[in-house]
């Protein structure tokens, strides 16, 4: 069973920091794409980032909203993607879903398949 679970969100101050993690589980990891999307309240799906099949080198993405403050990564020897992120606002604050997708490397969250629950994500003072 093909099983995402993301962990790491919660209350922040507006230029703080936090790492997302998002385990990954019932499948071959490494050949998988996985993206972050984050939902805020009464909004639409919005992609954050992602990143390619395999390990260092590939493909990354990131949304202009949230370039040069996030960076995401994977350790495909623990089966977890994570989304590092720092110089946090309050317009950050949104539910945060991973996903992953076999051999795809896509900024659109439609083409993926596997969806993790989401984790909330809070930027106030």
């Known amino acids: 069973e093909v099983q995402l679970v993301e962990s790491g969100g919660g209350l922040v101050q507006p230029g703080g920091s936090l790492r997302l993690s998002c385990a990954a589980s019932g499948f071959t990891f490494s050949t998988y794409a996985m993206i972050w999307v984050r939902q805020a309240p009464g909004k639409g799906l919005e992609w954050v980032s992602c990143i390619s099949p395999g390990g260092g080198g590939g493909m990354i993405s990131y949304a202009d909203s949230v370039k040069g403050r996030f960076t995401i990564s994977r350790d495909n020897a623990k089966n977890t993607a994570y989304l590092q992120m720092n110089s946090l606002k309050p317009e950050d604050t949104a539910v945060y879903l991973c996903?992953?997708?076999?051999?795809?490397?896509?900024?659109?969250?439609?083409?993926?398949?596997?969806w993790g629950q989401g984790t909330q994500v809070t930027v106030s003072s």
């Open positions: 996903a992953a997708e076999y051999g795809v490397y896509d900024v659109q969250p439609r083409k993926y398949t596997y």
